[in-house]
């Protein structure tokens, strides 16, 4: 299941979005509730900690990805904590310098934290386009 889906155009050819979109190293720079992320590697298996501010602390969440599939799509899902993210990105180029990049997000609440993933869900529906809409607005303008 995917809690939501969003697409955006972005002026700059697919490959360079994708490897711009795709390194969880470079999350910081466009996700605003991104503190930072040690990165393990960038092949299907590796694993990466991503530190988020939330509610006001840090919270640091491993994830493993899925799929790396340069130019065009790419997954990630968490593997530990009560809420586990997955999430996809794919790259359509629409000509030589320009491409539509098609975000997936979705939660999923484990034990008791299962009631709260539609919450969390809601709330990243919310932020999230804050974020592609960022990330848009830095590759245009490099």
């Not at 939501?4 to 795709?22: L, Q």
């Not at 539509?100 to 999230?128: N, Q, S």
Request: aromatic residues 8%; hydrophobic residues 40%.
């Amino acid at each position: 299941m995917t809690a939501f889906v969003r697409s955006v155009d972005i002026g700059r050819p697919a490959a360079e979005v994708f490897a711009y979109a795709t390194d969880p190293g470079h999350f910081p720079e466009w996700q605003r509730d991104v503190a930072r992320v040690d990165v393990g590697g960038h092949e299907v298996g590796s694993r990466f900690v991503t530190v988020r501010k939330v509610a006001g602390a840090e919270r640091g969440m491993t994830q493993e990805i899925t799929e790396n599939a340069p130019p065009r799509r790419w997954a990630a899902r968490g593997v530990d904590g009560p809420i586990l993210p997955s999430a996809t990105i794919e790259v359509e180029p629409l000509g030589v310098d320009r491409c539509r990049v098609t975000f997936g997000l979705d939660f999923d609440g484990r034990g008791v934290a299962a009631p709260l993933a539609p919450v969390v869900r809601r709330i990243a529906a919310k932020a999230a386009p804050a974020s592609y809409q960022r990330l848009k607005e830095k590759l245009e303008s490099s």
